[in-house]
């Protein structure tokens, strides 16, 4: 039998939550998890991610509601976004990607009270019987390590647009 580790999840796992904003820049945020800042919003590696490569869009602003949103803040997330996939699609190769935003915790947010946008890459296959018998996601790659290859990546073709 294959042993996984991967002990950075226990913090998640455990359930324990932060006060604060995990978002807000005068918070709690970890701004190490943060891989490019725009003018009203950025990019961040997501924690606890579902494949390598889940990133969150994210407003600076603290915001809980898509329709408090400027139409600068709109802007820059979708240009974000399209940097976002041009990014990964040049580091990771994905075969498609998932994105999207949950609003309401009924609806799956975890960070309810923060907008954001998911971008999840995804691969022929990336889901296994891991998830599905025993619950448990395998990553292959350390988020921090997977955050080191996209920088550059963020920084060129930020510079394009």
């Known amino acids: 039998m294959d042993t996984i580790f991967a002990p950075w999840?226990?913090?998640?796992?455990k359930g324990e939550k932060p006060a604060g904003c995990v978002f807000c820049k005068c918070s709690i945020r970890c701004d190490e998890y943060v891989i490019y800042e725009g003018k009203s919003s950025f990019v961040m590696i997501n924690r606890y991610p579902y494949v390598n490569g889940h990133l969150?869009?994210?407003?600076?602003?603290?915001?809980?509601?898509?329709?408090?949103?400027?139409?600068?803040e709109r802007n820059e997330i979708f240009a974000l976004?399209?940097?976002?996939i041009?990014?990964?699609?040049?580091?990771?190769?994905?075969?498609?990607?998932?994105?999207?935003?949950?609003?309401?915790?009924t609806a799956g947010a975890g960070v309810e009270?923060?907008?954001?946008?998911?971008?999840?890459?995804?691969?022929?296959?990336?889901?296994?019987?891991?998830?599905?018998?025993?619950?448990?996601?395998v990553i292959p790659e350390d988020v921090q390590t997977t955050a080191t290859r996209l920088i550059p990546l963020f920084k060129k073709y930020s510079a394009k647009d």
Request: glycine share 8%; no cysteine; aromatic share 6%.
């Open 56 to 72: 969150m869009i994210i407003p600076a602003r603290h915001i809980g509601r898509i329709e408090d949103l400027d139409q600068a």
């Open 9 to 13: 999840r226990m913090e998640y796992i």
């Open 86 to 105: 041009k990014v990964l699609k040049e580091a990771m190769n994905p075969d498609g990607f998932n994105i999207g935003m949950n609003i309401g915790k």
């Open 113 to 137: 009270e923060h907008i954001h946008v998911h971008v999840i890459p995804r691969w022929e296959g990336d889901t296994n019987f891991m998830s599905v018998v025993n619950n448990v996601r």
């Open 81 to 84: 976004l399209d940097t976002s």
